[in-house]
């Protein structure tokens, strides 16, 4: 089955080289520089990719669909992705292309949690990442590996995924179309390096943070009643707790606090409102799923 590896990179010059002279055992070798300031390029052209160069950084989203559009128009059959930054193994490409040439599932994830990697990860990351797999979850009803980015797809999950993302939040913007569009998805067990130069080209937290509102957000489409129901009953939260601080001194014979009152049912009006919006918002993403279904 004819297999492009792509691999997106920005300023990777100190680890591209070697990333696809072991992958370009596996099949041809597409590396989308996302507008690297560095000898990214060159490095890795000179390693043997074929290189598509982004003029500016639009970010790995857009990296990776770059690179599907181009495995599309040529015809691949299979397409693996990974990191240029060392953290993954080429030589385990072939274990997330079996399932899929056995026909066993069209999109495979690579998992650190599948054979012990999980210790591997530093603290900070692993909270992180435990945030963001449950939202993916949340958002998706997949439990898996949701920012892994060493994956493998077969051209049906290509042509069905209409991937939105242009930023990190890629990984989980496809895991959740997956789910819809029927695609079968499995995972399977990779190591993962965190000993790799330019691991913190951004910040962890903001990082983090920016993922988790695009997913956020993804849950917000695809769940509205679940996400609103949420920010409505913090509201009705709130807005008991100012009730209490409102009406404590009155019963302990003083004067109702004016300003806590008020505050109070600022919030249960916000509640009320937000779960309306929830409620409406759900009927209308339940007429548009119906219409694709239709389709």
């Known amino acids: 089955m004819r297999t492009l590896i792509l691999i997106p990179a920005y300023n990777e010059e100190l680890t591209v080289g070697s990333v696809v002279a072991l992958a370009r055992k596996y099949g041809d070798v597409l590396v989308v520089d996302d507008g690297s300031a560095d000898r990214t390029s060159e490095i890795a052209q000179k390693a043997g990719a074929v290189v598509i160069r982004h003029s500016v950084n639009r970010g790995k989203g857009a990296a990776l669909k770059t690179g599907f559009e181009y495995a599309l128009s040529r015809e691949y059959e299979i397409v693996v992705t990974l990191d240029a930054d060392g953290q993954h193994n080429p030589d385990e490409i072939p274990l997330l ?99 790799v130069p330019n691991r913190h080209k951004k910040n962890p937290l903001t990082h983090g943070l920016g993922v988790l509102a695009s997913i956020i957000g993804l849950i917000g489409y695809r769940r509205p009643l679940l996400l609103f129901g949420v920010l409505s009953l913090i509201s009705f939260i709130t807005a008991g707790i100012l009730g209490y601080m409102a009406l404590k001194p009155y019963y302990q014979g003083g004067n109702v606090y004016l300003t806590q009152a008020i505050g109070a049912g600022i919030f ?28």
């Open 268 to 295: 249960v009006i916000i509640g009320i409102q937000l779960f309306i919006a929830g409620l409406t918002l759900n009927v209308l993403a339940r007429m548009v799923k119906g219409g694709q279904t239709n389709e």
């Open 97 to 195: 292309m079996k399932p899929i040439i056995r026909g066993e599932a069209d999109l495979v994830i690579g998992s650190r949690y599948l054979n012990g990697s999980k210790k591997e990860i530093p603290v900070y990351r692993r909270l992180g990442l435990w945030v963001l797999n449950k939202s993916t979850k949340v958002a998706s009803n997949v439990d898996v590996d949701s920012q892994s980015g060493f994956r493998a797809l077969n051209r049906r999950a290509l042509e069905r995924l209409d991937l939105n993302s242009d930023g990190y939040s890629i990984e989980t913007d496809m895991i959740v179309k997956a789910s819809e569009r029927g695609i079968k998805l499995m995972e399977v067990p990779i190591s993962v390096r965190y000993d």
